[in-house]
């Protein structure tokens, strides 16, 4: 899940697959809330019993006054 604007994009890399990857859009700039996550995800078809882990990076790795990028993950499975 990636801060794009004003919106979240939340995708499910898959392996083998390069970039057609299921994904939908949350509204933001407000970080979505695990409940509105987890309904994001079942509508994809996935879900995940572990919290999120957070990152950030910057958008210029030279350059410490760039500007980040907030970048959250979990392990997913497919629901059953």
Same mark, same amino acid.
């Given at each position: 899940?990636?801060?794009?604007?004003?919106?979240?994009?939340?995708?499910?890399?898959?392996?083998?697959?390069?970039?057609?990857?299921?994904?939908? *859009?949350?509204?933001?700039?407000?970080?979505?809330? +695990?409940?509105?996550? !987890?309904? #994001?995800?079942?509508?994809?078809?996935?879900?995940?019993?572990?919290?999120?882990?957070?990152?950030?990076?910057? *958008?210029?790795?030279?350059?410490?006054?760039?500007? +980040?990028?907030?970048? !959250?993950? #979990?392990?997913?499975?497919?629901?059953?």
């Amino acid at each position: 899940m990636v801060l794009r604007g004003n919106s979240w994009g939340l995708y499910i890399p898959l392996f083998g697959s390069m970039g057609n990857w299921p994904g939908t *859009t949350l509204p933001g700039p407000e970080v979505p809330t +695990v409940a509105a996550r !987890a309904a #994001a995800l079942a509508e994809l078809g996935y879900e995940t019993t572990e919290e999120w882990s957070w990152d950030e990076e910057r *958008t210029d790795d030279t350059d410490d006054d760039s500007p +980040v990028i907030l970048i !959250a993950w #979990a392990e997913v499975t497919p629901i059953d």
